[in-house]
């Protein structure tokens, strides 16, 4: 084990952690709507406060000197409820639709990662073990869950799918990508973030089908009740299932990437 590894403060890249990532991005849906929607703040302020939250968390997983899991996940928590926010005031607020929010989002996300790479040469989960490089981290992650739930809105409100077709379509995208996983030399690094990117719409799917109502698709769960029950069992999964810090797992990568 590199010095990297043994010094990363996010977790092993596992099939525990995917389990983990679709229950924390779902629990945003549903969070981030309960806030915004249930109590009426609306988009704006409900982003300000979610924001807040993940910068505190963010600030005191930077300056943590190990990796804690609870934290961690707190802290991506945070991400998703913040992008649940963020992507409906960009889709809805300032007028630019679901195409706008996501194409604006998406150039978010990449310039991100090119001001990341550019700066160490890598996008590698491996190489998030010095401050800097987890400050890159987690503003690459806020930008992918954000943009993750204006895919996963359009997907389902616009092209007539619904939230059960298009949690199907991302599942389907996300079994393609564990297909080039396993069976391709595809960079171990470009499929992680194409499945970090893709397990927040279908997140995002499943949260609304959650709390939207009956005659929308949904299956009319309270928004805080839904997710009130995310959490128990994400916490139950954080505590109860093994996870280590670590790095992406597969073949080493020839490439910077």
Known sequence: ????????????????????????????ETGGDAVSMSLNLGYAVSSFIFVGIFAVAVVAQIAAKKFYPFLYWLVVIATTTAGTTMADFADRSLGIGYPGGASLLFVLLMAS???????????????????????????????????????????????????????????????LVAVAYFYTSMSRTLLFWAAFILTRPLGATLGDLLDKPLNSGGLAFSRFYASAILAVVIIGCVALLPQRAGAHPGKPQPTGI
Request: hydrophobic share 50%; proline share 2%; no cysteine.
């Open 1 to 28: 084990m590199t010095d990297d590894v043994e010094r990363s403060k996010v977790p092993e890249v596992t099939f525990v952690f995917w389990i983990i990532k679709v229950l924390a991005t779902t629990l945003g």
């Open 113 to 175: 990662l090119a001001v990341w790479y550019r700066s160490a040469g890598s996008i590698s989960v491996n190489t998030v073990s010095t401050p800097k490089i987890e400050t890159f981290y987690w503003v690459a992650i806020l930008f992918s869950q954000t943009l993750g739930t204006a895919l996963g809105d359009w997907m389902a409100d616009t092209n007539g799918l619904g939230y059960e077709g298009g949690a199907l379509v991302f599942t389907a995208g996300l079994a």
